[in-house]
Each structure stands twice: as structure tokens, then as C-alpha cells.
């Protein structure tokens, strides 16, 4: 996980990495997103989509309106429906008259303890984008790439003009991402991993952090540290049986503590998806190897 730089950071000015893209940083930085949420508008001949319009913050809903200036919106897009990333969809919709495109729904009721940003409760999007289906403007063509893992209803977009993927959380330009159960699951999250992996993508663009320029060998990279804290458990459990608040201090030398809970359920969730291959088990709280 990098350290947040120093500011001054960009919040509501508008950058263009590519002629089909620009984006706004979003007002809300936070040991989870960094700087800030990151939207991106598509497009530049007079259609654009606007690419996870991030919180519900007056401030940033007025920098979109003004970076998207005389164009049409085309679609307003989802990636996931943490409460980073989707709020401030309704209220644009409002304003723009576009449908509200992407990610399914998802509300998660559940008793355990979370440390990374609740879901959005009021996402209600017009469409949901199955894997494979586009949307299209005058000049761009965004495909949905479904990856679950970071939540069960994250998708990426793909730009095929331009060879860009933009991300959401699955691959992020600053840290690896969150995985939190009950709706996180490890074993998603790799298979997504590997999917993306085996495309030929030419950069990423995430929700959060810098433009990946060199995609497929940081996703190698994702999936190499993934195998290393899987065997980190494994290593642990053959020398003891463990709590899952055992494993912490064993695995994360210097973590932050506000970063304690996401790692935790990190850990968690390795635990469930080697349980259901068949290499550890449990009783009520303690975990050992099969």
C-alpha cells in the first residue's frame, strides 16, 4: 500500500490521460481511497458516459457537470456500489436526464464488523450490463467486463477505441484491493484476477491511485502476493491453530491500526475460500490445516 502524497492533489480539476478521457478527483480522501474517487467522462464528440460518478458531494457533482459542459450524456456507469463510487449517480441523473448504467444492485445485511466504505443503498441503476455488453456513443464503445471479488457485482469497462480498462476497485493504481465477506470472495476475486490477466489490455484507468501503464505485470504481481499471504496462513496454521485476530500481527508488520479490521477480514476471507478447497478448518473461532 503506497503513502497518500503530499497535497496539493487535483480535486475537481479536470485531466485528460488519453483524447477520449478525462477525469475528476472526487473531494474524499480516506485510508481507502487515497486521494479521493476518481470519475472519468468518455467521450469528446458530443456523447459521454461518465464512469463511477463517485460520492454524493455537491462539490464533485458540479465539477462533472461542468467538465461535461454542452455534451450529452449517454449513460452514467457503475462499476461496484460501494459508497465511494455510486452515490452521486442518482443526483446526476437527475441533472443530465441519462439512464443510470452498469453494476447490479447489491445491499448486504450483515452483523460483521466492517472496515472498508458500506455499500449505497440508493443505487437503482435503469440497466444492469450483463458480461460482454456495451455501451456506445458517438466515437467510443465501453464493453462490460464482469469481476467479482472486490464485491459480487463489480464489473470493469472496456474501451476498445483506445485499449483502456477501467477498473473500479479490482485493480487499483495505489494498493491491492479489499476483499471483505460476506459479499467479498477470495476465490472470485482470483478468478477475475486471471481473466484480466489473459486479456491484452493497454493500460488500466482505476477508481483510485495512477494509470496503470503496465497492466498484465502488475496483475502478475496482484496474483503472486495473493499466493504469498495464502501461504503465510498455511505456514502459520502448521505451526498452531489460530483465531482469525491471531493472524494480524503475525502477517502485517507496521500495518496502520485504522487498517486493522480490513485486514483481518482480508485474512478472512483466504480462510473461507482454503475451507471450501479443502485445506483448513474450523471450530466456532479457531482455525487449523486439514
Not at 465539477?63 to 459542459?69: D, E, L, P
Amino acid at each position: 500500500m503506497a503513502d497518500i502524497p503530499p497535497k496539493p492533489w487535483p480535486t475537481g480539476k479536470v485531466e485528460r490521460p488519453e483524447p477520449l478521457v478525462a477525469r475528476i478527483l472526487a473531494p474524499n480522501p480516506s485510508p481507502y481511497t487515497f486521494t479521493g474517487t476518481q470519475t472519468y467522462i468518455v467521450g469528446t464528440e458530443g456523447e459521454v458516459a461518465v464512469i463511477d460518478p463517485g460520492p454524493n458531494e455537491p462539490e464533485h457533482i458540479d465539477a462533472i457537470i461542468q467538465a461535461i459542459g454542452d455534451d450529452t450524456v449517454v449513460a452514467i456507469m457503475c462499476t461496484h456500489t460501494h459508497r465511494d463510487h455510486s452515490p452521486a449517480a442518482a443526483p446526476l441523473a437527475e441533472k443530465t436526464g441519462a439512464p443510470i448504467v452498469g453494476c447490479a444492485p447489491l445491499v448486504i445485511e450483515t452483523d460483521l464488523p466492517r472496515a472498508d466504505e458500506s455499500f449505497d443503498t440508493t443505487y437503482a441503476p435503469d440497466r444492469v450490463l450483463e458480461d460482454g455488453e456495451a455501451m456506445t456513443g458517438r466515437g467510443w464503445t465501453l464493453r462490460a467486463v464482469h469481476t467479482p471479488g472486490h464485491t459480487s457485482n463489480h464489473l470493469c469497462f472496456a474501451l476498445e477505441e483506445s485499449g483502456a480498462l477501467f477498473t473500479g476497485d479490482h485493480v487499483m493504481g495505489w494498493s491491492t484491493s479489499v476483499v471483505i465477506p460476506p459479499d467479498g470472495d477470495m476465490g472470485d476475486y482470483m478468478a477475475s484476477l486471471d481473466k484480466l490477466y489473459n486479456r491484452e489490455d493497454r493500460v488500466y484507468y482505476s477508481a483510485h491511485g495512477a494509470p496503470i501503464e503496465k497492466p498484465r505485470q502488475l496483475v502478475r504481481g496482484m496474483i503472486g502476493h495473493r499466493r504469498q499471504r495464502e501461504n503465510q496462513i498455511l505456514r502459520h496454521l502448521g505451526e498452531k491453530p489460530l483465531r482469525l485476530p491471531d493472524f494480524v500481527p503475525l502477517m502485517y508488520k507496521g500495518l496502520d491500526p485504522r487498517l486493522n479490521k480490513a485486514a483481518q477480514m482480508s485474512v478472512q476471507a483466504h480462510l473461507i475460500d482454503l475451507e471450501r478447497r479443502g485445506r483448513v478448518t474450523h471450530s466456532e473461532d479457531l482455525w487449523q490445516t486439514i
